[in-house]
Every structure is written in C-alpha cells, then in structure tokens.
C-alpha cells in the first residue's frame, strides 16, 4: 500500500517513519509541514495527483494547546480548514483518510473512560479547533478513520517526558497537578497502530468506517506520572530534582483549561481491529534512555 504521510516532522510523523520498516509492505511518501502545507488546498491536490497514494495519513496538527488560546485563527486554520482541505481531495480522488485527533475534544467531566459515541464538548480552542475538524472529515469523506489518542510521548519534538527530565536536570523542587486525570500514550505504539490499521484498509472487504480511540490502558495523573518518569532516570543518570510535590490545578494556572479527566474507552479499536492496548509502563523506559543519550 502506498501511504502519503502528512506531518513528517512532528513526533507522530518522525515516529511514524522510525517504525514504517517493521511493516514492509507500506510505501510512505512523507512530507513534513513545511514540505506540504494543509492549508493550502492547491497544493494538497497536486501532491496527491503526483502521488497516487492508496491511502493519506494526516499527523499534521496545531498542538500547541496554550498558544491556541491566543491564536485562535492559526489552530482554526490548520486543525480545521487543513482537516476540511484533506476530506475534500480524498473524496475526489476515491482515497481513503486517516486523520489523527484527541482527548481534548471532551470536557473532562467523565468519572469512566470516554467512548467514541460520548458528546464531545472542548473547553478549550485547541479541543474546538480538532473537534471542528473532525466534523468536516465526516460530513465530506465517508471513507475516514478518525483516531483520538492521549498524552503523546516519544523522543521527538516537545511533550511531557521530555519536559520534565529536562526540568529534573535543572530544578531542586518541582510542581505537578495531581487532579489531572490521562493515558499516557507512546507515539511508537500511535504508529504501529495508525500501519495496522491501515493494512485493514488494504481488505476489499472493509467497511467499518469511522471514529475510534487509542491509549495506554493505564489511567494515570500528570503527577503520578512524573513520578514514575524520575524514578527510572535515576536509574540511569543524577538528577538535579530532590522534591516533586502534587499540586491541584489552581495552584497551577494555564492559559487553556485541560479536562480533568480525558482517559480514552479502546474496545471498540480492539473488537474491530484486534489491536490490544499497550501499556505506558512498558513503554517509557526505552523513551527516557533515548532522552537521557541525547
């Protein structure tokens, strides 16, 4: 299968291609941001005639949940024009479209985790911007599969792992939110996942069309999470870090509000493609000494 992957450059896409190897018979023709911009319709087109790909991967997004709140326009513009850009070229050209989404289109009011059929309701404009997105793949191509994932970690670009041993090398004391409910999710296992299931598509016979969730099995708290990240880099290096102390998220104010809780209901991933949830446990320690060498 010829794939065409959107978004290279981001710690999904990067990661996406360390693993594209372990399934031999995907074609990925990559482009990073800067190689195809989504917001632009024109040159999505010509991309995807030149390509003829089989299937288009869009890990392309505006993530930076904070910097949304004050540049509203730009998250609009990338989460939801490029996602609408994308719907519409696939649906002309007959590919099929698996589009990368989150948590974060859901409030956080959930005390179990969210199904696929829960109202999404965003309280914060990156949540709006990649829900907004989401509705446009629906309406325009009806062959999608729309995957939401969770807390994304790997080696690559900014995300929390990578935050906090760099904080950990350099603080004595830090502060974490404890009411903050997540499943960490290692974009290796995004990656392997997003290539399964694309090797479903390749099955004249699939017709299961729509939106799934994926995370780590573990429900877990930024705290909590941090925890087990210093824990094993001690292991492996000094650390600077002596006192980690949970905190509420009043004493830690953002920009953009996070729900409090966002942890992600995957049956419906493994009855329809057989892919088991991974745990983040397992997963981490080879993301932190990759961190710690480099």
Same mark, same amino acid.
Request: charged share 20%; glycine share 4%; net charge neutral.
């Given at each position: ?6 978004g ?69 513009l ?5 996602a609408k ?42 949540? *709006?911007?990649? @829900?907004?997105?989401?509705r446009?793949?629906?309406? !325009?191509?009806?062959?999608? +599969?729309? $995957?939401?994932? =969770? ?33 960490p ?23 299961a ?62 009855? *329809?493609?057989? @892919? ?7 997963? !981490?320690?080879?993301?932190? +000494?990759? $961190?710690?060498? =480099?």
């Open positions: 299968m010829k794939i065409m992957l959107l290279a450059g981001g710690q999904l896409g990067q990661t996406l291609l360390r693993q594209a190897p372990h399934h031999p018979n995907h074609q990925i023709c990559a482009y990073t941001q800067t190689q195809l911009n989504i917001t632009r319709l024109s040159d999505i087109e010509r991309m995807v005639h030149h390509d003829k790909p089989d299937l288009l991967i869009n890990a392309a997004a505006y993530t930076q949940v904070d910097q949304a709140e004050k540049d509203e326009e730009t998250a609009f990338v989460n939801k024009e490029g850009h994308l719907a519409l070229v696939c649906a002309n050209a007959n590919i099929p479209l698996i589009h990368v989404s989150t948590d974060y289109v859901f409030s956080g009011d959930n005390t179990t985790p969210y199904l696929e059929t829960d109202v999404a309701q965003p309280i914060n404009v990156y949540g *709006q911007s990649k @829900l907004e997105g989401e446009c793949i629906q309406a !325009l191509q009806p062959q999608h +599969l729309i $995957l939401r994932v =969770s807390g994304v970690f790997s080696p690559f670009k900014i995300n929390f792992v990578k935050k906090m041993l760099e904080l950990g090398q350099t603080k004595q004391t830090l502060n974490v939110v404890n009411d903050q409910f997540i499943c999710t290692s974009a290796a296992d995004i990656a392997n996942t997003l290539l399964e299931m694309a090797k479903a598509l390749s099955s004249s016979k699939f017709c069309w729509g939106t799934y969730h994926y995370c780590s099995k573990e429900i877990t708290s930024w705290f909590e999470f941090a925890r087990v990240i210093f824990d094993f880099a001690r292991q492996h290096t000094s650390l600077t870090l002596h006192t980690l102390k949970p905190i509420p998220s009043e004493h830690y104010p953002t920009p953009a509000k996070r729900p409090r809780f966002s942890a992600l209901n995957c049956e419906k991933l493994r009855r *329809q493609f057989s @892919l088991s949830q991974p745990s983040w446990h397992h997963s !981490l320690p080879q993301v932190i +000494l990759e $961190l710690l060498r =480099s």
